[in-house]
């Protein structure tokens, strides 16, 4: 099993994760973040769940240019998020992702979990369905080997 990972923090072990060997970015929230409710939009929060998305995939070793030369990629076939709490301006977050699951050929689960840093509270949970798909057609395919032995490799069970 991978070890927790953070592309700028040290010590991981203090939060409450969901699932094991979590890969983490750190987000802080900004102007632009905020809404007319005061809080961080919801639209920010699947957009920031898109970069430590492909943070974590370029650290297990495939990278958009590694998708476009394999014509293959892995598309979200849905995402569910559930809102727990507000990001409110300036708040240190921490936003965790896992691969958790899926057939091994033609599917993979990511599972996600942002938190706040300075009361440990779990803002958001989300959830991608994802498809291989070939780039050129649009059409589900078989994951390449490539896929398989980088990601099914990262599955975490909890």
């Known amino acids: 099993m991978s070890q927790a990972v953070s592309t700028d923090l040290d010590d991981l072990s203090d939060y409450a994760w969901d699932y094991p060997a979590p890969f983490v970015k750190r987000m802080l929230t900004k102007a632009e973040d905020i809404d007319g409710l005061n809080h961080v939009n919801n639209a920010v929060y699947v957009g920031w769940c898109e970069q430590v998305a492909w943070a974590h995939s370029e650290h297990l070793g495939l990278s958009l240019d590694d998708y476009r030369k394999l014509d293959r990629a892995m598309a979200i076939r849905q995402g569910l ?64 080997s490539e896929f398989c032995d980088v990601y099914n490799a990262a599955v975490v069970a909890k």
């Not at 409110?88 to 993979?108: C, E, I, S």
């Open 81 to 144: 998020y559930d809102y727990l709490l507000p990001a409110l301006l300036g708040d240190n977050l921490l936003l965790a992702t896992w691969l958790t699951g899926g057939d091994g050929k033609l599917t993979m689960t990511r599972r996600f979990q942002l938190v706040r840093i300075s009361d440990k509270s779990t803002l958001m949970r989300g959830q991608w369905e994802l498809v291989c798909i070939e780039l050129t057609s649009g059409k589900v395919r078989r994951m390449p």
